[in-house]
């Protein structure tokens, strides 16, 4: 078997693996009825099946400036979109967004916003 069939097989499968990772991100969405569940799912989930994405097309495209762009793409994905969705779930805590329920945190920050 050549190189470039087993580099192919390994795409495909990273491809499949990444596709699989996003749908349970919409599993994740559907499954959890609390806001910030929902964008704790999503975010881990978005993140990873981005990168095993990105990978699978670097390994696609072999070496070239494409893969290289594709490779800068994966670090502002792994830098900003964890941050991103920490700042969205963050502004929606501080501004009261009303949940079903109480959040464990809660509890222990209004202790230290009284003392």
């Keep these: 078997m050549?190189?470039?069939?087993?580099?192919?097989i390994i795409s495909n499968i990273?491809?499949?693996?990444?596709?699989i990772f996003m749908g349970f991100g919409v599993l994740g969405?559907?499954?959890?009825?609390?806001?910030?569940?929902?964008?704790?799912?999503?975010?881990?989930?978005?993140?990873v099946g981005s990168l095993t994405i990105l990978f699978a097309l670097v390994i696609r495209s072999g070496v070239s400036w494409f893969s290289a762009k594709l490779i800068l793409l994966a670090v502002l994905i792994v830098v900003l979109g964890p941050l991103c969705h920490h700042m969205v779930a963050r502004s929606a805590y501080l501004s009261g967004y009303k949940t079903s329920?109480?959040?464990e945190g809660d509890k222990a920050m209004e202790e230290e916003e009284t003392s």
């Design 2 to 8: 050549e190189l470039s069939a087993i580099l192919e």
């Design 14 to 19: 990273m491809l499949v693996v990444g596709l």
């Design 29 to 47: 969405l559907f499954r959890f009825k609390n806001f910030f569940l929902r964008s704790m799912a999503t975010a881990k989930v978005d993140t």
């Design 101 to 103: 329920g109480e959040i």
